[in-house]
């Protein structure tokens, strides 16, 4: 019959399972079963540490949320090292990664070039569009990076679309709290220095819940942010009060059930929706809440506005009333019913 083993771990150690740990000591990653070193790798290779973390997950050792915990690594990059794994085996993580290289524009090129124009081939309209983006976008920037390699990168980078693994990572180490990366912005709303931050929106991909943007021009329509400035006031902060608005329009566009569900979302990725680093949380958006409610009926007075603005718009529809028909025939005992 087989022995329990009693979890107990070596001092300095950070739990994963009941049964397993890990320490870093000495430039090393050490796991241990109890108190029995089953594996090591070097702290800065990458590749041992996913195919490590992926076995446990694949073995059944481990789950994927425990990974996620113990070593706070983003979720989506723990699911795609397992399917790498069960896929192309342990080797993937030791592969050299593959680098497209891009095609040089050689003399002999240009004369090829210049003959199929010659013979009245022409560059495709999505080609030339492309090019044309893509030169007013990145000529400047790179015009003024110099030789600096550092800045070439962060210019390489800024012209192409971040995903949401690069922009999970970025949060994660925002120095304010996760997906505070518009730090100084932060810094100088709460010296007094900024009222609103201003919205700017950029280039990434794949954004979660990102098709409420469409419903955008519906709710500024029906007046989500008419009369705003006029109806209510707030102290001077980081957020601007048209983003409030804009925050619960699009939680219930994205049936998000109430505030406290926002704890499980991704703050990040909904600020890219805002045009902000983050929405805010749960506590400051219930503070803010009360604060535009204050003095008591200031809500019931815009509505009120935006009400007859409507009423104005589309007369002819002013008191028409609507009849449901949908009532279910009375399938009771053979009683006297009443008249209604």
Same mark, same amino acid.
């Given at each position: ?59 059944? #050792?481990? !789950? =994927? &949320?425990?990974?996620?915990? *113990?070593?706070?690594?983003?979720? +989506?990059?723990?699911? @795609?090292?397992?399917? %790498? ?14 680098r497209q ?61 971040? #995903?949401? !693994? =690069? &922009?999970?990572?970025?949060? *994660?180490?925002?120095?304010?709290? +996760?997906?505070?990366? @518009?730090?100084?912005? %932060?810094?100088m709303a ?18 979660p819940q ?131």
């Amino acid at each position: 019959m087989p022995q329990i083993q009693l979890p107990i771990f070596p001092a300095g150690t950070t739990k994963i399972t009941p049964e397993l740990a890990f320490e870093k000591r000495e430039g090393k990653v050490v796991y241990f079963n109890g108190q029995l070193p089953v594996f090591a790798h070097a702290a800065e290779d990458l590749g041992a540490f996913r195919l490590y973390s992926s076995q446990l997950i694949v073995n059944g #050792t481990a !789950s =994927q &949320r425990q990974i996620v915990e *113990a070593f706070g690594v983003p979720r +989506v990059t723990v699911k @795609r090292c397992v399917k %790498r794994l069960r896929e192309q085996g342990a080797g993937v993580f030791f592969k050299a990664a593959e680098r497209q290289g891009g095609s040089k524009l050689t003399p002999e090129r240009l004369v090829q070039a210049q003959g199929l124009l010659d013979q009245g081939r022409k560059v495709s309209r999505s080609l030339a569009r492309n090019w044309e983006c893509s030169r007013a976008r990145c000529t400047r920037p790179l015009m003024m990076a110099g030789s600096n390699r550092a800045l070439k990168k962060e210019v390489s980078l800024s012209c192409a679309a971040l #995903t949401k !693994s =690069q &922009r999970s990572e970025a949060d *994660a180490q925002a120095p304010l709290g +996760v997906g505070t990366t @518009r730090s100084l912005e %932060r810094v100088m709303a709460a010296m007094g220095k900024l009222d609103g931050a201003p919205i700017e929106f950029e280039l990434v991909a794949d954004v979660p819940q990102g098709g409420v943007l469409c419903a955008l021009p519906a709710l500024l329509a029906f007046g989500l942010l008419r009369h705003t400035r006029e109806a209510f006031s707030l102290p001077a902060g980081y957020y601007p009060l048209e983003s409030y608005f804009l925050a619960l329009g699009f939680l219930a566009l994205a049936r998000v059930a109430s505030l406290e569900s926002l704890r499980y979302e991704p703050p990040g990725e909904w600020g890219k929706l805002l045009g902000l680093d983050r929405i805010p949380e749960v506590r400051t958006l219930r503070g803010k809440l009360g604060q535009l409610c204050q003095p008591r009926g200031r809500a019931q007075r815009w509505s009120q506005t935006l009400s007859q603005e409507w009423m104005a718009g589309s007369a002819e529809s002013v008191g028409t009333a609507y009849v449901d028909g949908h009532v279910r025939v009375y399938h009771g005992r053979l009683t006297k019913l009443p008249r209604r």
